[in-house]
């Protein structure tokens, strides 16, 4: 069986971006997993039947262990000879499609899901365009994860249109409508949690599920929550801080520690069952590739408040299922959300064509076979 190797800088992109379509492909191909923390790897790669390989990588600029990594896994790949090294995640990029070139790899996969430069200025963007534009250079196929971004690696000429292709409608994986739906929990699962979390059944639930940073419009969605100031109006917030990569605004963690209608849970494995107590996502990305919470909200029929951003605007029809607003706007996205919570006609129009959205366009099913279609396209090509 020929070898397919996947990498992401850290296990959890592979848990949480790729998950179940690595044994998915592991009928079809010999599959490894690369990445770093090596625990972790053992650990999720052992969840989906695959093997793996660590390689110690990190997610910030670190010029000598960027070429360490890459060596290493040069050395790797010249003994593997794997007919397809398929990478997501920025560093992981570089890493693997550089080393891949070199170990003379002949199917070299890209797949694009966001790019953080362009919130960049100045040298840092200069250096991180350029890093861009080496990663694509090394790849023999690059696949953004939507149109939108498609359209914007096309205008910055990081890459000949040839190059790129969109798998399906977008997504790096799809979603499994069957896993993400509303009907796994009865109405008292949804009350013991409310009661758990001071929730009244009365009251309307915007949920945030992601990284608690700047780049995911969390300062303009705690001053969008502040100015809404409706005693029955809840926020709550599902994921993590990352105080040392994009951390939020000093004013802003205060709000969310002193505001009682703002509940913060932390990272959650499962986030089903908060959605599932919730009325509407509300999710106001500066940028994404193509956004797995949107998705998931809408598989499990909530409708979402989103930026005017690729990937969001793909998956979101303005009131069809869910609403769009401009980037970094907080009155707007306040004005949004009170829109929701005063016209109830307008939200359950949104809220009924939510999941059908999801599930015509995003079936996890769809997306995998797609993709490894492509695969068989390009490697029968050769």
């Given at each position: ?11 959890i ?11 998915y ?11 770093a ?20 990588m ?18 790797f ?9 398929h ?40 250096v ?47 979603i ?14 949804n ?41 029955q ?29 703002i509940i913060t ?9 908060y ?5 509407a ?19 499990m029929?909530l ?26 706007d ?15 006609t ?12 999801v ?22 090509h050769?």
């Amino acid at each position: 069986m020929k070898k397919l190797i996947r990498i992401t800088t850290v296990p959890i992109s592979l848990d949480k971006l790729l998950g179940n379509q690595l044994t998915y492909m592991n009928q079809f191909y010999d599959v490894t997993a690369i990445s770093a923390d090596d625990k972790e790897l053992q650990r999720v790669t052992k969840k989906y039947g695959v093997k793996y390989h660590h390689l110690e990588m990190t997610r910030t600029i670190s010029p000598l262990k960027d070429l360490t990594a890459v060596f290493k896994l040069y050395q790797f790949l010249k003994k593997e000879k794997p007919e397809i090294v398929h990478s997501h995640t920025p560093k992981a990029g570089i890493v693997g499609m550089m080393a891949a070139f070199l170990a003379g790899v002949p199917h070299r996969f890209h797949t694009v899901a966001g790019l953080p430069l362009l919130e960049a200025t100045g040298t840092k963007r200069k250096v991180l365009n350029f890093v861009e534009k080496l990663t694509y250079s090394f790849a023999t196929k690059v696949y953004p994860n939507s149109f939108g971004l498609k359209e914007i690696i096309t205008q910055n000429h990081f890459c000949k249109p040839n190059k790129l292709e969109v798998i399906a409608n977008g997504s790096s994986n799809g979603i499994d409508t069957a896993y993400f739906s509303p009907l796994h929990f009865s109405d008292l699962d949804n009350d013991n949690l409310r009661n758990t979390l001071d929730l009244k059944t009365d009251d309307f639930v915007f949920i945030f599920i992601g990284r608690l940073v700047g780049d995911k419009g969390i300062n303009e969605l705690i001053t969008a929550f502040k100015s809404l100031a409706l005693p029955q109006v809840k926020l709550l917030l599902v994921g993590h801080y990352e105080p040392n990569l994009d951390a939020l605004k000093p004013a802003t963690l205060q709000e969310i520690d002193l505001t009682a209608n703002i509940i913060t849970v932390g990272f959650q494995p499962d986030v089903r069952p908060y959605f599932a107590i919730a009325n509407a996502l509300v999710f106001p990305s500066y940028r994404e590739g193509f956004p797995n919470g949107v998705l998931q909200a809408g598989a499990m029929g909530l409708p979402s408040i989103v930026t005017n951003i690729n990937g969001c605007n793909e998956i979101i029809q303005d009131r069809q299922n869910g609403l769009i607003i401009p980037v970094k706007d907080p009155v707007a996205l306040e004005k949004a959300m009170r829109l929701l919570v005063e016209d109830q006609t307008l939200y359950q129009k949104l809220q009924q064509q939510a999941r059908k959205k999801v599930v015509d366009n995003y079936e996890q099913q769809v997306v995998w076979e797609a993709l490894l279609a492509a695969y068989k396209k390009e490697t029968d090509h050769v």
